[in-house]
């Protein structure tokens, strides 16, 4: 993880920053000595004592999505979502580059390919990803090692110092507001990726897979809407050609993955032809920070 992350980060325990260097250390350590080990996969476990009632994703749903991702079924929403956030960034005071936070970074999939776009456009970019999955971090830390990967759960005050970044990514994760407003620099932003009508509907009823719900467009604006100004919204919609194993996959890697059983569902597979068209349709909502004095938090 490198050392501008680090900086962005804050105790959990007392909210002091983390004693530099740090970045390739066996450990984050605060001024007051509370101390967090790095794991030999490289991400840094903050809920470390105060654990949490989330339940996070399992091994076999991290595999599930890390394979279904790596295929490339979802590129062209990691590009739109790349372009989205680089093009809102605002332009940095002298000597501050800038940092994204991904909430429920998961794999680390979509901040992997903003850090490549980030490097095409020559943007010296830093992250910060947050996910409550130790299974899912270990891949994100492969797959971002220059990222602060961090065992945390969203709903928790975030170990992020006020003000640190330039914009918060929410692919399919939680958002928490408030968090993310105090979080965010002057003018910052929140870019949130949901599924919109229609995603995965094919294949929805044929696996059990009834969890996902699409995030209504005012839900979401209304949640946000105390802290944030909505800046538009775009979708993004394909159809993707699956095989069976990847239709499995697909209902294991979401929220459905935590009660699908995987014998079940493999039977349930068998009965659809070799190649399944899927509907993907997705949603880039982007929200900008309101000045501090107009926040009204509901
Ligand atoms: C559907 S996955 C999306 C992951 C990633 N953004 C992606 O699109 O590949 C949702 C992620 O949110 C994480 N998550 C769920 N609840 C969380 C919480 N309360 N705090 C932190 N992460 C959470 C899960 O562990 C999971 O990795
Ligand atoms: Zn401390």
């Not at 680089?86 to 940092?99: F, H, I, Q, V």
């Not at 020559?122 to 130790?134: C, F, M, R």
């Not at 399944?276 to 107009?294: D, G, H, K, M, Y």
Request: charged share 15%; hydrophobic share 50%; with cysteine.
């Amino acid at each position: 993880m490198d050392s501008a992350a680090v900086a962005a980060l804050i105790c959990p325990v007392c909210a002091d920053e983390f004693v530099q260097p740090a970045p390739e250390g066996t450990a984050l350590v605060c001024a007051a000595g509370h101390s967090f080990d790095r794991a030999r996969q490289g991400y840094v476990n903050l809920l470390s004592g105060s654990g949490t009632h989330f339940l996070p994703d399992t091994a076999d749903m991290v595999a599930a999505r890390d394979a279904f991702l790596g295929a490339g079924h979802y590129d062209v929403l990691a590009a739109e979502l790349a372009q989205t956030v680089l093009d809102g960034l605002a332009p940095e005071p002298a000597g501050r580059e800038p940092l994204v936070v991904d909430a429920g970074t998961g794999t680390g999939h979509y901040l992997h390919g903003l850090h490549r776009a980030a490097a095409e456009r020559a943007i010296p970019l830093h992250s910060v990803g947050l996910d409550i999955s130790k299974f899912a971090l270990r891949r994100a830390a492969r797959a971002n090692p220059g990222t602060a990967n961090l065992v945390w759960d969203l709903w928790k005050p975030l170990p992020l110092a006020a003000g640190c970044a330039d914009a918060v990514v929410v692919v399919f994760a939680p958002r928490n507001a408030a968090e993310f407003a105090r979080v965010l620099r002057p003018g910052g932003r929140v870019v949130v990726v949901t599924p919109a009508p229609g995603h995965l509907a094919e294949i929805a009823a044929a696996t059990g897979m009834l969890g996902v719900q699409p995030d209504k467009e005012e839900a979401l604006t209304a949640a946000l809407s105390g802290w944030f100004a909505p800046e538009g919204t775009r979708t993004v919609g394909y159809t993707l050609g699956l095989a069976r194993a990847e239709v499995a996959a697909v209902a294991l890697m979401g929220p459905a993955g935590h009660h699908l059983d995987a014998a079940e569902l493999q039977a349930r597979v068998a009965g659809l032809p070799e190649t399944s068209n899927v509907t993907a349709a997705f949603r880039i909502s982007e929200f900008r920070l309101l000045p501090r004095q107009e926040w009204a938090p509901a």
